[in-house]
């Protein structure tokens, strides 16, 4: 079932819409990760979500309910924002039932989930101190907490890890997707991270310019990018995309027309660096950079002056401003349309 919905959603503040007939749904108990680049309109639709702006058009359901009008505590949703937005004058345990309080919450109730919240954050030791006194990763946990305290079948997350070092997020990565899945929670989470939301979401909604580029499991973005933008902007390094007739010249093992016996002109090839390998025969590249990583090296070569990087195992044998020839299955080859930027089947 579709715990939230959004359906044609627009926000515009006068100028070029901020979120652009945005339409996606998320199942209950998935964690749905809305990823794009800086300014690409994720905060402004988890805000529409959670009621905190208002859409200047189309349709937002939660649990079945259109809440588009509705005001924010009606909803049945939390958030938790990307500063914390914790209460320096207030204590852990006070910062997380604060919400309780604000709504009425008989004390006792407030106390049970108060425990609960804090055993699965492993808070309890720290429930006396204030703010300051707690690390960073302490001060998101006191933050997820106030969440789950408020048991809201949906919850909200506006990049909540991007304050924390890169071991700290690893760790809370795993912790909210695992508390996520053991509460049964339906979460959407904001990020610009592509490898935070390809490793967290069972549904990644990638948006660019207020629209949305791609919406499906992560393995799919990967595997099948419907778009050059998609492509390029899942997985690490990037994926080599090239004009067709680039490649042809240089030698890449291809067939001299595209899928559907189109031409060439107009075609471009995508290739991940993990499926491009050194060959007797195949493009010809020259390498520009090594960068050796222990598992596998990284080259970054050009082709004709196009950048095509490729990663191989282990410590490889090639020495920068040498000749190397590219090859690569036919069948791990994307093909996309130059002209529309988009896949070809
Ligand atoms: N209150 C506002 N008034 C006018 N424009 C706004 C307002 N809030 C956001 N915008 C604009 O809407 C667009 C989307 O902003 P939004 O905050 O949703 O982006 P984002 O994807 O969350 O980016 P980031 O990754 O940087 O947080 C931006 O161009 C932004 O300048
Ligand atoms: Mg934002």
């Known amino acids: 079932m579709a715990e939230v919905e959004l359906e044609e959603v627009t926000k515009s503040w006068g100028g070029a819409p901020a979120v652009d007939r945005v339409s996606f749904s998320a199942r209950t108990g998935d964690l749905v990760a809305l990823l794009g680049p800086s300014g690409c309109g994720k905060s402004t639709t988890l805000r529409l979500i959670a009621g905190l702006e208002t859409a200047s058009s189309g349709t937002i359901r939660i649990a079945g309910r259109d809440v588009t009008a509705r005001p924010p505590a009606t909803r049945g949703v939390s958030m938790v924002f990307q500063n914390y937005a914790l209460f320096p004058h207030l204590t852990v345990a006070e910062n997380i039932v604060f919400g309780l309080k604000v709504r009425d919450v008989p004390k006792a109730e407030r106390e049970a989930r108060l425990k609960r919240a804090a055993g699965i954050l492993g808070l309890e030791k720290l429930l006396d101190r204030k703010p300051s006194q707690l690390s960073g990763g302490q001060q998101q946990r006191v933050a997820l907490g106030r969440a789950i305290v408020a048991e809201t079948p949906v919850c909200l997350m ?178 996309f349309d130059l002209s529309s930027q988009r896949r070809i089947a």
């Open 158 to 335: 506006d990049e909540p890890l991007s304050n924390l070092d890169a071991q700290l997020r690893v760790e809370m990565r795993r912790e909210i997707r695992a508390l996520q899945k053991r509460l049964g929670m339906t979460m959407l989470y904001v990020t610009h991270d592509q490898v935070e939301a390809m490793t967290m979401a069972d549904q990644v909604v990638l948006m660019k310019d207020g629209r949305i580029e791609q919406d499906g499991p992560p393995a799919e973005l990967y595997e099948s990018p419907a778009t050059i933008f998609t492509a390029r902007f899942v997985g690490t390094p990037p994926m080599n995309v090239l004009p067709a007739s680039v490649l042809a010249a240089a030698g890449a093992p291809m067939a001299g027309h595209g899928p559907q016996g189109r031409p060439l002109g107009g075609l471009a090839i995508g290739i991940r660096p993990e499926d491009a390998r050194l060959a007797e025969t195949g493009a010809e590249a020259t390498v520009a950079a090594v960068e050796y990583l222990g598992a596998d090296t990284l080259v970054e070569a050009r082709v004709r002056d196009h950048p095509f990087i490729v990663r191989l195992p282990g410590r490889a044998a090639v020495d920068v401003g040498g000749q190397i020839r590219l090859a690569w299955e036919p069948g791990r080859a994307h093909w």
